[in-house]
């Protein structure tokens, strides 16, 4: 393994944001691997499949040629980072993503490529699962209504119409199913310094982080 930095926790919390900073700052390959899960529920979805056809969805995966340049995911050579935030994916991307033979899967592509490249990778099963031994590991979680309003301000700017309710219930339903599902489920890796960005700013957050990370 390369250099890989590990940044796990629930949804809203700033991973992403955060990830993409020190990404730059280090000149790291920033991996969301979120944006894996979307990407195989988006198109499952348009294949009209329910999480009950794992055979096929399996299949789609092995023609999905998943690409990332910076923070925008390449599917197939097709920049699909806008559609992967429409409110109907993220309402059943956890349903796909709990299913064992579609994590397999996308583990394996996550860990190939840390085995090529210096990486950041965000996600609720890094430090635990795919890169376990990641020398520098972070948890970043948030309150709820926190992580609802962050979202809630990200999808207005993007001009996307939402209920700060919807996406509150939407957070608390995402983080039962993702913390009680069979495989991987979220959790801190015992070894991962916790961060709770509740009361911080980014730049605190990316600060902090470094302060973690010695590399030159
Ligand atoms: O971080 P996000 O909201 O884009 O993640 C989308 C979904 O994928 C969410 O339900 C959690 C799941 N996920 C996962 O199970 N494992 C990962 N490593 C990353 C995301």
């Given at each position: 393994m390369k250099l890989a930095v590990a940044i796990d926790g629930p949804a809203g919390a700033g991973k992403s944001t955060i990830a993409k900073l020190v990404a730059d700052k280090y000149n790291l390959m920033y991996i969301n691997t979120g944006a894996m899960y979307r990407a195989v529920a988006l198109k499952a979805v348009e294949k009209g499949l329910?999480?009950?056809?794992v055979d096929e969805i399996c299949s789609l995966i092995d023609k999905m040629k998943i690409k990332f340049n910076g923070d925008r995911l390449i599917l197939n050579d097709e920049d699909i980072t806008e559609k992967l935030s429409l409110p109907e994916i993220a309402g059943k991307v956890s349903h796909f993503a709990a299913i064992e033979r579609v994590r397999e899967k996308l583990v394996f592509q996550q860990q190939n490529i840390a085995e090529e490249h210096d990486v950041i990778m965000d996600g609720?099963?890094?430090?635990?699962?795919?890169?376990?031994?990641?020398?520098y590991k972070f948890y970043i979680t948030a309150s709820p209504e926190e992580r609802a309003q962050r979202r809630y301000n990200e999808l207005m700017e993007k001009g996307i119409l939402v209920d700060y309710n919807d996406i509150l219930n939407e957070i608390i339903k995402r983080d039962h199913i993702d913390t009680h599902r069979?495989?991987?489920?979220l959790k801190k890796a015992s070894d991962a310094v916790l961060i709770d960005?509740?009361?911080?700013t980014i730049s605190e957050v990316v600060e902090k982080i470094c302060s973690h990370i010695n590399i030159q």
């Open positions: 329910s999480p009950d056809n609720r099963d890094i430090g635990t699962v795919v890169l376990k031994k990641a020398p069979k495989i991987n489920p960005t509740s009361n911080m």
